[in-house]
């Protein structure tokens, strides 16, 4: 394969993980909001999603002014 062909195959698998990590967060998120909606203790939260706190206190607020 030449070195054109490569980089292309590269940046084809670097798109991939990031469109997979924007989803995972996507996803992510959405669990946290339920999880915030069902007053679940947020260190659980914390635990089951791998947000942190800074980032749950900013869902909550969110909800609120909603």
């Known amino acids: 394969m ?4 490569l980089l292309y ?6 798109y991939g993980n990031q469109k997979a990590r924007e989803t995972s967060i996507k996803e992510r998120t959405e669990m946290a ?7 679940i ?3 659980d939260i914390m635990e089951v999603t791998g947000m942190t706190e ?4 900013r869902l ?3 909800a609120v002014t909603v």
């Open 9 to 14: 195959e590269k940046e084809k698998i670097e």
């Open 54 to 57: 800074a980032e749950l206190l």
């Open 2 to 5: 030449t070195q054109l062909g």
């Open 60 to 62: 909550q607020d969110e």
């Open 41 to 43: 203790d947020i260190i």
């Open 33 to 39: 909001r339920k999880m915030l909606k069902r007053d």
